[in-house]
C-alpha cells in the first residue's frame, strides 16, 4: 500500500512538473524585469548593490530551472553557421560586470582567423556560460578574486577553445567524474548538471571536451567543434544598428505583471506599445492597427499564442514573421514542437531585458523592405 502510494506521488509530480516551472518562470520573469527597470534608477550605492544582488540570486534561480529542463528534455540542436569568437565575446559581455564585482579578470586570446562552426548558439552559448559560471563559482570560494583565461583557435582541423581559471582545481579522484550528474564540485552552487549539460552539448554537435586540472593549481577545459566546411553566415554583412524609437508593438500575456513589464522596457527603448491580456483582445487591435512586432505569450487561456499564430497566417500573413514568442512552458510537448515548426524567435523566460531588445531588432531588420 505504502509503495503505491509513493508511485501515485511520483506520479501527480512527473504530471505537475510542466505546470511548476511555467509558473516559477512566468514569476522570475516579472522579478528580473522589474528589478533590471529600477537598476537605472537607484541612485544611493548601497541600495544599488542590493538590488544588483536581488538581481543575481534571481538569474541563479533561473539557470537552476533551465539546467533541469535541459537535462531532462534533450532538445534537437537548431543549427546555424557562427563565428565563435562572436559568441563568446556575447557570454563575457553577459557576465562582465557580475565577474569585475568579483575581481575576477578575463584574458581574452581568440584568433581573428578561426573558422565559422556549424552549431546551435543557444545551445553551445549555455555550454560556454556554464563553464565560465564554473570558473567564477571556484575561484570566488577559494581565493576571492582571480584570473579566467579564454583562448580559440584552429588545431588539427577542428577549432578549440580553452576556458581556464586560477582557482583550486580538482581533486585526482573527482577528476574521472567531474562530467557525472550531481558530481559534488567546490562551488556546492546550482544543480550540478552545469558541466553535464555542458559536455553532453558540445559531444551532441559532433565535438570533444576534456579537463585538465591539478590541486591547488587551476582547471582547464578543453573543448573541440568541427569547422563548417564552404558554409556563409547567415546575415553576414547586413548587421545594422536599429533606432527603435517610434516603433509600434502589440504585447500579448495573460500575466499582468509581466504584460507590465515588457510593455514599459519596450516603451523606454522609445516605441509605442499596445497590450493585451488574451489574444482575442490582440486580435481585435490587429484589425484596427499596423505593428511593426508582436511579443506573444505561447500558453494562454481563451486562445492560445499557436492557435492566434494560425488566425494571423491566414488574416494578416504579412505580420505572421514579426511575431516574437515568449514562453514560460518549456516542458511542453507542444510548445516545443510548435517552435521547431516555424521560423520566429522564442525567448524562454525568465530573460534578460537586454535579449529582448536584441531580438526585435533582428526581426524588425530582417523584416525591413
Request: proline share 4%.
Amino acid at each position: 500500500m505504502a509503495e503505491n502510494n509513493v508511485e501515485k506521488k511520483i506520479s501527480v509530480l512527473e504530471n505537475f512538473l510542466p505546470e511548476l516551472v511555467h509558473r516559477l518562470n512566468n514569476h522570475l520573469g516579472s522579478i528580473l524585469g522589474y528589478g533590471q527597470l529600477l537598476l537605472p534608477k537607484m541612485t544611493d550605492s548601497e541600495s544599488k548593490k542590493y538590488l544588483e544582488r536581488i538581481i543575481e540570486e534571481a538569474h541563479r534561480s533561473s539557470h537552476v530551472i533551465k539546467d533541469l529542463v535541459d537535462f531532462i528534455r534533450k532538445r534537437k540542436p537548431q543549427k546555424e553557421v557562427i563565428d565563435l569568437n562572436e559568441l563568446i565575446e556575447s557570454v563575457l559581455k553577459m557576465k562582465i560586470r557580475e565577474l569585475d564585482a568579483r575581481r575576477i579578470e578575463v584574458v581574452k586570446e581568440l584568433s581573428p582567423s578561426i573558422p565559422l562552426t556549424l552549431v546551435d548558439p543557444k545551445q553551445i552559448q549555455v555550454a560556454l556560460a556554464n563553464l565560465i559560471n564554473n570558473a567564477e563559482e571556484t575561484i570566488t570560494e577559494f581565493h576571492g578574486f582571480g584570473e579566467i583565461r579564454v583562448k580559440t583557435c584552429e588545431m588539427e582541423g577542428q577549432i578549440e577553445i580553452v576556458i581556464s581559471d586560477d582557482g583550486p582545481g580538482i581533486p585526482a579522484e573527482n577528476i574521472s567524474k567531474i562530467f557525472d550528474p550531481f558530481c559534488m564540485t567546490i562551488k556546492g552552487r546550482g544543480t550540478g548538471l552545469e558541466l553535464t549539460i555542458s559536455h553532453d552539448t558540445v559531444i551532441e554537435h559532433g565535438g570533444t571536451m576534456i579537463v585538465e586540472s591539478e590541486w591547488g593549481k587551476g582547471t582547464t577545459f578543453i573543448i573541440t567543434l568541427p569547422i563548417a566546411e564552404g558554409e556563409k553566415k547567415k546575415g553576414e554583412g547586413k548587421r545594422t544598428e536599429m533606432n527603435l524609437r517610434g516603433l509600434k508593438g502589440l504585447v500579448i500575456d495573460d500575466e499582468r505583471t509581466f504584460l507590465d513589464v515588457v510593455s514599459k522596457y519596450s516603451e523606454l527603448m522609445g516605441c509605442k506599445i499596445t497590450t493585451a491580456l488574451d489574444a482575442k483582445t490582440a486580435l481585435a487591435s490587429i484589425e484596427s492597427e499596423d505593428f511593426d512586432f508582436v511579443i506573444c505569450d505561447i500558453r494562454m487561456p481563451k486562445m492560445s499564442g499557436i492557435e492566434f499564430y494560425g488566425i494571423i497566417k491566414e488574416k494578416k500573413p504579412s505580420l505572421k514573421d514579426r511575431i516574437i514568442f515568449s514562453t514560460g512552458d518549456v516542458l511542453s510537448d507542444t510548445t516545443r514542437e510548435f517552435m521547431e515548426s516555424i521560423d520566429n524567435p522564442c525567448i524562454e523566460k525568465p530573460f534578460d531585458m537586454s535579449a529582448l531588445k536584441e531580438v526585435i531588432i533582428k526581426i524588425v531588420g530582417n523584416n525591413r523592405n
